[in-house]
């Protein structure tokens, strides 16, 4: 049945082919055990939580339970929840009827459709069929009310004349037209108290009620919900019998090690570094801006219940490559190599990302947080260097009266100018090629310049965007 033009297109048809019914949780489990012991590769794209993260999920789904996801932003929760649908068949066969639910032809919960299967000859009965891509839906949960995802009275249906006791006088919402699909919520706590409520039988009896009303249905969904864990564990904020009914809590986290960082930094920034004007990103550019980062995850000045996200790693990555590569069109750099001074234009793609710690900061603007929390990066990383590495001789060269200027749009060759011979350690300590590349050294000397800088080893006088270091 790959081909859709050889997929059953009538009941009988389709019970001729041996097709089974089974629920949307049953379909997902066996499709992921499939998977798992094929040795699949089961969440593409998400890196550093295999040994965390992902187990979780995989027990949970052994489980058939629903899922919350909680983290803080930026944690890769809806990537993992959208995820969900690789576990679902390709596509499931539906009754093709006037009907809001994509009925279970061998199982349906209408009363159109259960008269149509009873009162019909199943040849007679036409078959359509679902694409997983369609099955699954979300919705943010600020301002969405109970008619939006459960359902509400049609007071039109009901001026039609259409009869209190029919499902017709129904209009229902996203959940109920999910049925044998998936449906995530995001931000849970901000979910109204009411629409929380209504919850609980889906969640538990699996059916859906509306305003007490004496109809039932029979929904087949997987659930999945994401929070942050300020807003879920606040009191008042998620009702606990809503809690309860949720099968597993999946606590995400933000990388343990900066080499995932960089990792996810290089895969989710998806720029392309070849081209007419290419970028050479030094490895240890890529260790500062995600160092940057875990700084800021760190620092007393943020707000650390409000998380930072990893997108504050991509733009700073992406505005980093891209002030190179401005210097690399204008100066004819080729390819155009990252250096500290491109550092300076992160308060574009950093200023309103960061929430300051009103207590912590103490009066200081963002841009004093941003421009402490770089030198801390620098700082971190540059004693890395000189303790793995020893950068003696390099610092030797700098200690005695070297004076330079940078700056984002000064060529590579005055660099080169003031520094002829590259020292022995560079070519170890920095895996870049410095000796024969100007714009490369340009990006060393101005790391060990700001490293010198951040242990106090060396003085630095700024203005309008240039800096100059000297002992």
Sequence with gaps: MANANERPNNLQSLIDSGWQSKSVKQEIQDNFVRMLAAG????PGILGYDYTVIPEINIA??????????????????????????????????LDIDSPF??????????TAK???????????PIKWWDREDRYAERLAPGTKFADIIGEIDPAKL???????????????LIPRMHRGIFAINELPELDELVQVGLFNILEERDVQVRGFPVRFDIDVLILFSANPSTYNRSGKVIPQLKDRIGSLIQTHYPEDRAVGIEIM????????????????PYFMKEICEQITVQARKSKYIDQQSGVSARFSLANYRTMVASARQRGIVLGEKPAVPRISDLGHLYTSSLGKLELDLMGSHQMSERQVLDNIIAEAI???????VTEHGLEDISEIFGKGVRIEVGDMIPSSQYADRLKQVPPAWEKAFEVNASSDEAVRASCVEFVLAGLYSVDKISRLQDHGQSTYET
């Design 40 to 43: 699949e590769e089961l969440y």
């Design 61 to 94: 789904l052994l489980s058939n339970h629903d899922m919350l996801y909680l983290g803080e932003k930026g944690q890769a929760k809806s990537r993992l929840m959208r995820g969900m649908i690789r576990f679902l068949d390709p596509f499931v066969p539906y």
């Design 102 to 111: 994509h009925e279970d032809p061998l199982d349906p919960i209408s009363s």
């Design 115 to 125: 008269t149509l299967v009873a009162n019909t000859p199943p040849s007679e009965i």
């Design 159 to 173: 001026a039609g004349g259409v009869s209190m006791s029919s499902e017709d006088a129904l209009h229902f919402g």
């Design 266 to 281: 290089e895969q989710e920034s998806e720029i392309v570094l070849d081209g007419d004007f290419p970028v050479a990103v």
């Design 379 to 385: 700082n971190v990383v540059f004693t890395e260097y």
